[in-house]
């Protein structure tokens, strides 16, 4: 018996949580508002059907363009020799039937499908992005934008995949096998030979050439999803995974061979790599630990022993950071920046192989202790740390104190951009409906150099963007991206599904040119709008469908994925 419900067109109601189901997007995909389950609709019209008749042959043309009296002509004219013969008008009206039946089946079916990857029977849809899983791989700024992600598609069911794509050809280059319709929270690392992903309980590696599975691990429990980005990391020739049962493991990144594990003390304990280290910040007994490990071998190289004294009572030792305090690692070094404690904070620089502080600072009547971990950055000349509402500028090299930014009673702000030559703080009103600003200073001199308003905006990126990257229609979305002397603002309005660029020199906050526009025709409804990076004038995002690229000079759609 023939039930609506087998086919996507025809669906009324969402399998999952029984919402009302919109119509098709551009690429064929009915998403449900409310569970983002996603039905596939193929695309309109049907395979070419060759019919023989005697010595003739013709191809009637299919659904939706099925027109029956065209086609009962052309088997007239193909058939007028062969319907000579005895009982040969019998097999032309036959054939005649049947092809004007396929034609209607094909035309009923097709009127109700629209895809750009479908057939007669819906092959698998269009890649879906997870919002929480996309690395943009190393490029020029120029050059093919490749991506690694986590991707799913409807396939009678989701199936979760690993994807390497193309963003600006639109082509998926590899897909790798099916990781089940269960990997909700995949979470990847890059090197230099392999794609590498954890999902539950489990550890995969991928060719980057070619997708294909090199190996497969086992961890003790599910990955930690808390602290993404640093739970799951290469570090070497190892990927070091961090579980929710609190046991760190290493697997050799060519191999897949178990390398070490390590019980740690606490199930929150932070994770920090460095150039060459791994830094652990772990509760160990009844006191806070920094552990320093070799990363081939797991094996414990020493222990960092900063501790936060009052100045004014010296024969103190105080006590360490803990799991939840600031550790930021130095990029390209073996530096890390610990900031913790409560009036006076303190900020220190240790380094991680020598096990030596390079400096400490007491930052009086500020509280470091839980700081969040966004907003805290290293830029080419000092350390920028968003405490308390305020942000501390320390120089790199001595640890002093160089500026501070205060936004007042009523505007928080918080280190977002930095380049050689500009910072820019994410700045947030509380006083009445919520609004955003970003504020750019001078580095060195700490003079405020531009205010852009960009009023009741929701970040999609930054110290103050939400757990949600959704859209709707009554907000508008914004990301910045800072290239030297030049800021890019990127606004997406949730009612128009529209984008607007605007560029400002950063040394004088002087607007460059004219603002532009661009129309991704991302549908009605919400819309997903995670940033995933800026490479000069384009500016690739994830919209929740797929990638677009934005070309921001001069408001096109460059390309999107999937294409």
Partial sequence: MFDP???????????????????????????????????????????QVTVVVGNQTFT???????????????????????????????????????????GIGIGLYSAFTSSSTGGLFGSAQAFRPDNDAIL???????????????ASRYEGGTSYYVVKADATSGQTVWQSASLGDKAYNIQLAYDASFTLAADRTKVYAFRNTDGTTVWQGSLSDEIDTSCRGTCFTVAGSRVVAK????????????????????RLGQTSAQVVVTAQRIVVVDHIGSDN??????????????????????????????????????????PFSDGVVFAWSSSPACVQKWDAVSGQMAWNTYLDGVSASSAPAKGQLVGPTGYYLSLADKVYDLDAVSGTV????????????????????????????????????????????????????????????????SASSVVTSSEVGVSAGLDGTTLRVAQLDGDAKTFRFD????????????????????????????????RGDRFIANVGNGIVVLDTANGTVASRWPG
């Fill in 5 to 47: 419900k087998d086919n996507p067109a025809l669906r009324a109601e969402c399998d999952n949580c029984g919402a009302k189901l919109p119509p098709p997007d551009s690429q064929g995909n009915r998403t449900c508002q409310y569970c983002d389950a996603v039905y596939h609709v193929p695309r309109q019209g049907g395979p």
């Fill in 60 to 102: 009637p043309p299919t659904g939706p363009t099925y027109d029956p009296a065209e086609a009962q002509r052309a088997m007239q004219a193909a058939g007028k020799t062969a319907a000579t013969a005895g009982g040969a008008s019998c097999l032309v009206s036959l054939i005649v039937a049947v092809v004007a039946l396929a």
């Fill in 136 to 150: 943009a791989l190393p490029g020029e700024p120029n050059g093919p934008v490749n991506l690694a992600l986590a």
């Fill in 243 to 262: 579980s929710r049962d609190g046991v760190l493991q290493a697997f050799d990144t060519a191999t897949g061979a178990p390398a070490w594990n390590r």
């Fill in 289 to 330: 630990v920094v552990a320093v490990l070799n990363p081939a071998d797991g094996t414990e190289t020493g222990r960092l022993d900063p501790k936060c004294a009052d100045p004014s009572f010296r024969g103190s030792r105080g006590y360490g950071p803990s799991s939840s305090d600031v550790a930021l690692p130095v």
């Fill in 402 to 465: 160089r500026n501070t930014w205060n936004g007042g009673e009523d505007l928080d702000l918080a280190a977002y951009l930095v380049s050689d030559t500009a910072l820019v703080l994410q700045g947030k009103s509380t006083r009445g409906t919520t609004k955003l600003s970003l504020v750019v200073v001078d580095p060195v001199s700490g003079q405020q150099r531009t205010n852009i308003d960009v009023g009741a905006a929701e970040p999609a990126d930054g110290p103050y963007a």
């Fill in 503 to 534: 560029t400002f020199d950063a040394t004088n906050g002087a607007r460059l040119g004219q603002p532009t526009s661009a129309d991704p025709k991302l549908g009605s409804g919400s819309v997903t709008f995670g940033a995933v990076q800026w």
